[in-house]
């Protein structure tokens, strides 16, 4: 039976506050516990007809959250008056479904991958993705169109872009950006506003905001509009992990934000409940200079872990599998399982190097695409990464029957109203007869033979043949091995935020190694996201934590971490 909860004093002052505040809380300072309580305590007068609403970022720290609740009795089936999910949906339910989009006559649709959709002007352009023109003028965006490698006269796309654009909203169609342009204006309507405003303070006693560090400038607004309408709001974020830079996620901006908030509406939550004392010590070390004043003190059940930090000083230009060999070795010896105990990086290429996994070489033709696929598949471990191979999978079944007609995937399921239940037992039936191993298949080719067999009868009549379709390809065997039946994962930083290990091993590129160090020694100024995607990934881990990265930034890290007053030891590859 678990012991009772007994908070410190910094939890105990954000369950008692009143009104809105903005709160700042280390890694493991047990914020899913903290509103539990903060929502128990709301809730445990009698019944006034309105609810709490529990915003988050990601599907996984939502379901964590709404998981406590029912297991404690707070929240029952259903949820009203009580919303739990995540910001997105929180708008779409609230602001977008009810009235729509102004001008248009449709239903409004969720579209998430508007902007892969291709803006071809004529026959022979290049054909380049929507998002690489800006929302609201069209204009190209330089680095974007560089980055595809266009050149020549971009007019033509830029009036395609705009034209593309309009039908979108023409049809109802929305992505999350949309939908949080078309919630603001709503909001910021004076006749609308004066309607919503006294609605949503009669519907909620509070507004939980948390994981706050991932809002954009928007979402701030959308937040602080909410508090000026008389809703206590209640913002829990850690400014340190702010990784979200490319979907306009804020870091000065957030800092502006909390000065809008009293000093008594200011708390902290410096406990940490999840990391070893050398850990928590440590990973002060990798927030930004300006950001170190006080060290988090170690509260959980680890705290008295004695393994030091392991640093892991490898040469070379690229990322060696020697990487993954010694991390399996450390995991062992503390009889830790692997499979528990994953490999991150900014970049799930990154990891698999690590690992000496396969990984996807940018090929992009649908014999390879299918392969990395299959392999994705076997090689992820964890829900999140098998999903999105299956996703993959389907698209490119899709794409071999003609079944997308110039749409996107998700404008193509949307269309076609189909259901994952529809269409996942297919592509899993797929994942699992094109499983790679030397008792299933002899050669590659021999795989390649059998995913032609088992593909041909999606095909159009009257089309290309199927080996017209899945061409040979001489880097299969790249992106083809045998998933083994146990061992560590390769996942990104963006995919564990929010989660916890027994032992993590975050590995930096030799592309990015010394800007991240050089940001965190002082050596630069400029405002560093990588370096925060490093303190993410290093504060997920419990007991152990390793960090590999080039040898000549291995001693300079070593040195910082240590400086902080925690074991640190470094092994050179």
Partial sequence: ??????????????????????????????????????????????????GIAFLSFTIAAVSELEDRLRREGIVETPAFPH???????????????????????????????????????F?????????????ETGDAIPTMIQRHGFRGKIKAHETAARNTRARFLQRGELDFADARSVALARLRDPACGAVLAPAFAARFLELIVDEAQDCNPVDLEIIAWFRA?????????????????FRGGVTRELGQFAETFGADERLPMSGNFRSSGHITKGVVALRAPDMRVGIDEALGDYREEST???????????????IGTKFQELVTAMGLKARDCPVVSATRRTGANALGHPQDSGVRDLSYRLAVAVSDFHFSFELGGRKEALVAIHRIMLELGGQMGGRTYH????????SPDAWRPGALALAQALRFSPERFATVEAWHDEARRL????????????NQRLRRNGDLDEALSVAPASGHTARTIHSVKGMEFPAICVVMSPSTAKGIVDFLTGDAAVDNEEARKIYVGASRAQRLLVIALPRTQAPRLRDLMAGMGGAVELIAL
């Fill in 1 to 50: 039976m678990a012991a009772p909860f007994k908070p410190t004093d910094e939890q105990r002052r954000v369950i008692d506050h009143p009104g809105s505040a903005f709160i700042a809380a280390c890694p493991g300072a047990g914020k899913t516990r903290v509103m539990v309580e903060r929502a128990r305590k709301l809730l445990s007068g009698r019944p006034t007809g309105r």
């Fill in 83 to 121: 919303f739990i999910g995540t910001f997105d949906a929180f708008l779409w339910q609230f602001l977008i479904a009810p009235f729509g989009v102004d001008g248009c006559a449709a239903k409004p649709r969720l579209i998430p991958d508007k902007d892969e959709r291709t803006i071809q002007p």
């Fill in 123 to 135: 026959a022979g352009a290049q054909a380049l993705p929507l998002e690489c023109f800006d929302r």
């Fill in 229 to 245: 309408a008389g809703v206590p709001v209640k913002v829990i974020c850690d400014p340190n992990q702010a990784i979200y830079g």
């Fill in 308 to 322: 030091a930090i392991q640093i892991l000083s490898y040469s070379g230009r690229g990322v060696p599998s020697t």
């Fill in 411 to 418: 404008q193509h399921l949307a269309d076609a109203d189909v």
């Fill in 455 to 466: 593909l041909a009868p999606l095909l159009p009549a009257g089309g290309q043949s199927i």
